[in-house]
C-alpha cells in the first residue's frame, strides 16, 4: 500500500489548503477571458503562455512546452435550406474537419440513429442527405458517439449529415468531425431540425429536398501540449500523469469543457507540488491541446513519447472534472486496480465509485490504446442524457462553480497522491492487441470502426 500516516498528513494540508482555495476558479475565469483556445487561434497561443506561467507559480519543474502539426479547421460559413415543397432557409453551425462542399438531395430522417435502423434503412439513406437524433437511446448499453453516427451516414452513401439536438431548449451543438470528413455536417437545433423534418413531409411523396453549403477552411497548423511535474523522490523513473485539455470549440469560452478541467489539473498540481519529497514517483502534469477535433494534443503527446510508454504507471484524465456531479475512477480496463482503487478510497475516507469502461471519446484514449493503464475521472451520478451546455456557445464562466472545482481539486490531489506512493503497483503495460480485443469484448468495437478512431491520426 503506502505510508499511512504520512498520507493522512498530506491530507490535512491538502484538504485545508484545496477547499479553501481560489484559484482554480481564478484560472477557469482567465482561461475564458482568454477565448475558446481553440486550435490555431490566438487565445490558444496565449492560453499555451498563461499555463505555462501558471505551472511555474505553483512550484511545478521541468514546466515546457511540445510543439506539433496537425490539420487544423478555420470555421468559415455554412447554410441550410429547404428547396421544396417550399424554401425556407434554417439556422446550422458547420461541424469542425467539414471543407468546402454544395449539395442539394431529398432528405431522411434516420431517427435516434441506432445501428439497427442504420442497417435497416440502408437503401434508403444512399444518395440521400440525412438528419439524424443526436441522442443516445438509454436501452443501447454503449454510448452511439457523433462520430460513428456519422461514419455509418457515410458508409450507407449519404450526401449531408444534419446532427439534431436531442434536447429542445438548447442551442445547435458543434462537434469535431473525421480528419477529411467526406460529406458535409452541420449541427441544428432540435426545434429547428423538427420543423424541417415536418416540412419536408409535406414534399411530393411525403418527401422534401435540402440544400447544404459549406466553406470551411482546412490547414496545417502547429500547436503546443503543456507540461510540468513534480519530481518523485525515491521512484522517479516511474511515471503517473494528470492530465486534461485546455482547448474548447471555437464557438464559446469551453469554461465546463475543459477549462474546468485544466484547472483542476493545475489545482491538484499546486496542492501535490507542496508535498514535493513525500512522493515516491514523479508526477506529470499535461495540458493538452486541440482535443476536441480529434484528441489531437494527446495523441501527438503519446507518439512523440512512444520510447517512454513503459514508465508510465497511471494516467488520469480529467474531461469533466470541476463541473459538479459525482466523478469515480472510470477504469479504461486493468481489474487488477479495482481493488487498489478501493482501498485508496478507504484510506481517503472518501465514498470512491470504481469501475472498469473503455472509452474512445477523450485523451486517454491514446494512452489506453497503446496499451498505458488509464482512467477518467467520470460522472457517477444519477443518470444524464445529452450534452446540455457543451459544445455548444452557452458554456461559458457563468456556469463554473468554485465548490465543485474545490472538491473534485482535492479528490484528485489526494487520489493521486497515493497513486504515486503505492508500493506494489500491480497493472502492467498491455500491447495495443490486447486493447483491441478488450474493445471487441465490450461491444464497441462498431464504435471504433465507425468513430474512425482506430489508428493514430
Ligand atoms: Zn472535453
Not at 251 to 266: E, K, Q
Not at 272 to 297: D, M, P, S, Y
Not at 448 to 453: D, H, R, T, W
Request: hydrophobic share 40%; glycine share 12%.
Amino acid at each position: 500500500m503506502f505510508d499511512q500516516d504520512l498520507l493522512r498528513s498530506m491530507d490535512r494540508t491538502m484538504l485545508a489548503d484545496g477547499l479553501l482555495s481560489e484559484e482554480p476558479y481564478r484560472v477557469v475565469e482567465e482561461l475564458s477571458e482568454l477565448g475558446s483556445r481553440f486550435g490555431g487561434t490566438e487565445s490558444e497561443r496565449r492560453a499555451v503562455a498563461y499555463l505555462m506561467a501558471k505551472m511555474q507559480e505553483f512550484g511545478l519543474e521541468h514546466v515546457h512546452q511540445e510543439e506539433f502539426t496537425y490539420t487544423g479547421w478555420i470555421r468559415g460559413s455554412a447554410s441550410l435550406e429547404c428547396t421544396c415543397p417550399v424554401r425556407r432557409e434554417f439556422p446550422v453551425i458547420g461541424l469542425p474537419h467539414t471543407g468546402t462542399y454544395e449539395v442539394e438531395g431529398t432528405l431522411h430522417y434516420v431517427g435516434l440513429g441506432t445501428p439497427a435502423e442504420w442497417e435497416s434503412q440502408a437503401a434508403d439513406i444512399a444518395g440521400k442527405i440525412v438528419i439524424v437524433d443526436a441522442k443516445s437511446p438509454t436501452w443501447i448499453r454503449r454510448g452511439i458517439h457523433r462520430l460513428e453516427k456519422y461514419g455509418r451516414a457515410v458508409a450507407a452513401g449519404a450526401t449531408g449529415f444534419i446532427w439534431m439536438r436531442d434536447q429542445g431548449g438548447f442551442l445547435p451543438e458543434t462537434g469535431g468531425m473525421p480528419v477529411g470528413a467526406p460529406i458535409p455536417a452541420v449541427g441544428i437545433s432540435r426545434e429547428h431540425g423538427m420543423a424541417l423534418i415536418r416540412l419536408a413531409r409535406q414534399g411530393p411523396g411525403g418527401r422534401g429536398r435540402v440544400r447544404m453549403a459549406l466553406e470551411n477552411k482546412v490547414k496545417e497548423l502547429p500547436s503546443w501540449n503543456v507540461v510540468g511535474e513534480i519530481p518523485g523522490s525515491t521512484r522517479p523513473d516511474r511515471v503517473v500523469i494528470i492530465g486534461a485539455h485546455f482547448d474548447g470549440h471555437d464557438i464559446a469560452p469551453g469554461s465546463l469543457d475543459d477549462a474546468s478541467g485544466a484547472a483542476v489539473t493545475l489545482e491538484a498540481g499546486r496542492l501535490l507540488a507542496q508535498h514535493r519529497g513525500k512522493l515516491a514517483r514523479t508526477v506529470r502534469l499535461i495540458c493538452f491541446a486541440v482535443e476536441e477535433i480529434g484528441l489531437i494534443g494527446s495523441r501527438r503527446y503519446v507518439g512523440a513519447h512512444a520510447s517512454e510508454l513503459d514508465h508510465i504507471d497511471f494516467m488520469l484524465n480529467l474531461d469533466g472534472a470541476g463541473r459538479g456531479g459525482e466523478r469515480g475512477v472510470m477504469l479504461q480496463a486493468w481489474p487488477e486496480l479495482l481493488p487498489v482503487f478501493k482501498a485508496i478510497g478507504a484510506h481517503m475516507r472518501w465514498p470512491l465509485v470504481v469501475d472498469t469502461v473503455f472509452g474512445m471519446h477523450s485523451d486517454m484514449y491514446p494512452f489506453s490504446y497503446h496499451g498505458v493503464p488509464s482512467a477518467d475521472l467520470g460522472y457517477v451520478g444519477e443518470v444524464r442524457t445529452g450534452r446540455n451546455w457543451g459544445h455548444t456557445s452557452a458554456d461559458t464562466l457563468d456556469k463554473a462553480s468554485p465548490h465543485d472545482l474545490r472538491m473534485d481539486s482535492t479528490l484528485v490531489a489526494r487520489l493521486m497522491a497515493r497513486v504515486a506512493n503505492w508500493e506494489n503497483w500491480p497493472a502492467r503495460r498491455k500491447t495495443t492487441e490486447e486493447i483491441i480485443q478488450i474493445i471487441r469484448d465490450a461491444g464497441l468495437y462498431d464504435s471504433l470502426k465507425y468513430g474512425g478512431s482506430l489508428a493514430d491520426r
